[in-house]
């Protein structure tokens, strides 16, 4: 007998109410016609095993993961991909026919993509690249950027501790600058990029001076409440080309929409505004 089940997919986390998944997945199943189902789920951490286990039982193909359960599944999977073992997480993850799960990291892939398609112009290679942060997001972006070709990566962040520990992972091609110091970084960079919560609805201000922009570099802000933020403003006003953080969140959905219902769905301005609700 067939399996007709319809498949469902999800995203977990804690909390999971702002998740933006659930607009991304349903308008793509919505406009390619895809019966399917992509459900938001708040699961506590004590639960998360459990959870995991039970799901492909009732149906599902794969989830998203966010926080706190990012690094929590990868113990859990019996397949991890060399991108989400480097970054020592995991966004994506797929409900094998073997029942195997197997885990992934796509945060790279949507941060790449999007700065391709929002700056066709952009050569990574051609020069530094400078990173503000060194949390979960910023791991994923070192990671891109040195497969990326990039010659030199400079990260500062407001704990230097946690930026040279990044450093002493990925290797002699991060330079880390002081915080206080870190408005240097800019100088020759092609490449800028926000990964910290700094500039986000309802976190502090980013205080770094940003006069030393190079006009004609590529800056990307991750945050993306607001969407234009003071960050992108000032890189916008110093006569560079700006990409706002929402691109990432739609690319790094791809590879799991795929995977999970069998058709690879498209990043246009319909997605933009159907996830930004206008």
Same mark, same amino acid.
């Given at each position: 007998?067939?399996?007709?089940?319809?498949?469902?997919?999800g995203v977990i986390g804690?909390?999971?109410?702002?998740?933006?998944?659930?607009?991304?997945?349903?308008?793509?199943?919505?406009?390619?016609?895809? !019966?399917?189902?992509?459900?938001?789920?708040?699961?506590? &951490?004590?639960?998360? $095993?459990?959870?995991?286990?039970?799901l492909p039982k009732a149906?599902? &193909?794969?989830?998203?993961?966010?926080?706190?359960?990012?690094?929590?599944?990868?113990?859990? !999977?019996?397949?991890?991909?060399?991108?989400?073992? @480097?970054?020592?997480?995991?966004?994506?993850?797929?409900?094998?026919?073997?029942?195997?799960?197997?885990?992934?990291?796509?945060?790279?892939?949507?941060?790449?993509?999007?700065?391709?398609?929002?700056?066709?112009?952009?050569?990574?290679e051609t020069g530094p690249?400078?990173?503000? %942060?060194? %949390?979960?997001?910023?791991?994923?972006?070192?990671?891109?950027?040195?497969?990326?070709?990039?010659?030199?990566?400079?990260?500062?962040?407001?704990?230097?501790?946690?930026?040279? !520990?990044?450093?002493?992972?990925?290797?002699?091609?991060?330079? /880390?600058?002081?915080?206080?110091?870190?408005?240097?970084?800019?100088?020759?960079?092609?490449?800028?990029?926000?990964?910290?919560?700094? %500039?986000?609805?309802?976190?502090?201000?980013?205080?770094?001076?940003?006069?030393?922009?190079?006009?004609?570099?590529?800056?990307?802000? @991750?945050?993306?409440?607001?969407?234009?933020?003071?960050?992108?403003?000032?890189? $916008?006003?110093?006569?560079?080309? /700006?990409?706002?953080? @929402?691109?990432?969140?739609?690319?790094?959905?791809?590879?799991?929409?795929?995977?999970?219902?069998?058709?690879?769905?498209?990043?246009?301005?319909?997605?933009?505004?159907? &996830?930004?609700?206008?």
């Amino acid at each position: 007998m067939s399996d007709t089940r319809i498949p469902l997919a999800g995203v977990i986390g804690n909390p999971i109410e702002h998740s933006l998944s659930p607009r991304l997945h349903g308008h793509w199943l919505r406009t390619m016609g895809i !019966a399917g189902h992509y459900i938001p789920m708040r699961v506590e &951490v004590d639960d998360l $095993e459990t959870v995991i286990r039970t799901l492909p039982k009732a149906g599902f &193909v794969g989830l998203n993961v966010t926080i706190p359960h990012k690094e929590a599944v990868l113990k859990m !999977a019996d397949i991890v991909t060399d991108r989400a073992a @480097l970054i020592g997480a995991a966004n994506t993850l797929i409900f094998r026919d073997d029942g195997k799960i197997h885990a992934d990291n796509t945060d790279g892939y949507g941060f790449t993509q999007n700065l391709r398609q929002s700056a066709p112009e952009w050569a990574p290679e051609t020069g530094p690249a400078a990173v503000f %942060g060194a %949390g979960g997001a910023a791991r994923a972006i070192l990671a891109s950027l040195i497969e990326l070709g990039v010659p030199e990566i400079r990260l500062s962040n407001r704990t230097r501790a946690r930026a040279d !520990a990044l450093r002493a992972e990925f290797g002699a091609r991060i330079v /880390v600058y002081d915080w206080v110091k870190a408005g240097n970084m800019l100088d020759g960079a092609v490449t800028v990029v926000n990964t910290s919560s700094l %500039g986000m609805t309802g976190k502090p201000e980013f205080r770094v001076p940003l006069d030393g922009l190079m006009p004609g570099a590529v800056v990307n802000d @991750l945050v993306y409440s607001p969407l234009k933020t003071d960050f992108l403003q000032q890189a $916008e006003d110093a006569g560079c080309h /700006v990409v706002d953080g @929402l691109g990432m969140l739609l690319h790094q959905a791809v590879p799991g929409f795929e995977r999970w219902f069998g058709t690879r769905p498209v990043v246009d301005d319909a997605l933009r505004h159907a &996830v930004l609700g206008v």
